[in-house]
T-cell receptor, first 115, second 110 residues
Framework: EAGVAQSPRYKIIEKRQSVAFWCNPISGHATLYWYQQILGQGPKLLIQFQNNGVVDDSQLPKDRFSAERLKGVDSTLKIQPAKLEDSAVYLC?????????????FGPGTRLTVL | KQEVTQIPAALSVPEGENLVLNCSFTDSAIYNLQWFRQDPGKGLTSLLLIQSSQREQTSGRLNASLDKSSGRSTLYIAASQPGDSATYLCAVGAGTALIFGKGTTLSVSS
């Protein structure tokens, strides 16, 4: 079966610019996650969707980050405006069940560098 | 607040050695614990998932144990190979999501 797809793989922008990341989860997976992984750290959950509804966005910096999941399939994560500390790898994952209760399958990630 | 700690942060071993990676967590109210592998520049690959009611899971040369009452898990890798070189991440399922440790970077030399 096809895995989780993400694009772009790499992005370099200047601070105060905007950027968007795209994720296509595994077919049939109701739950989609966006994680932020800063160098040397473990992934940190930004937002979790079940179908097209938000389950948890408590750690999403809502003043600059936004995410949507149209029709319960693909998802887009946007940062506007970007700050230097947003430099990280942004990982998308999907699972059949919600809330981390079963295996999560991760995409290759998007490495963002903010100059 | 749940915190996950992994020790050691880095480990170097010669090929063929058996090794143990450690993970500890502060709150025993978890519903599962998962071990992932991360290769440089790539996403995470799930290795083993242990439900809170289980004590261990095995897959090939990997064995993971869970002691929920003491807040500890170990990942045992038998007969290590250079291809095992990667960062290994432990994550606990609690609340609505997974909470990750910082990982142990393993290097296996031939």
């Amino acid at each position: 079966e096809a895995g989780v797809a993400q694009s772009p793989r790499y992005k370099i922008i200047e601070k105060r610019q905007s950027v968007a990341f795209w994720c296509n989860p595994i077919s049939g997976h109701a739950t989609l996650y966006w994680y932020q992984q800063i160098l040397g750290q473990g992934p940190k959950l930004l937002i979790q969707f079940q179908n097209n509804g938000v389950v948890d966005d408590s750690q999403l910096p809502k003043d600059r980050f936004s995410a949507e999941r149209l029709k319960g399939v693909d998802s887009t994560l946007k940062i506007q405006p970007a700050k230097l500390e947003d430099s990280a790898v942004y990982l998308c994952a999907s699972s059949f069940l919600a809330g981390g209760r079963d295996t999560q399958y991760f995409g290759p990630g998007t490495r963002l560098t903010v100059l | 607040k749940q915190e996950v700690t992994q020790i050691p942060a880095a480990l170097s071993v010669p090929e063929g050695e058996n090794l143990v990676l450690n993970c500890s967590f502060t709150d025993s109210a978890i519903y599962n614990l998962q071990w992932f592998r991360q290769d440089p520049g790539k996403g995470l690959t799930s290795l083993l998932l242990i439900q809170s009611s289980q004590r261990e899971q095995t897959s090939g040369r990997l064995n993971a144990s869970l002691d929920k009452s003491s807040g500890r898990s170990t990942l045992y890798i038998a007969a290590s190979q250079p291809g095992d070189s990667a960062t290994y991440l432990c994550a606990v399922g609690a609340g609505t999501a997974l909470i990750f440790g910082k990982g142990t970077t393993l290097s296996v030399s031939s």
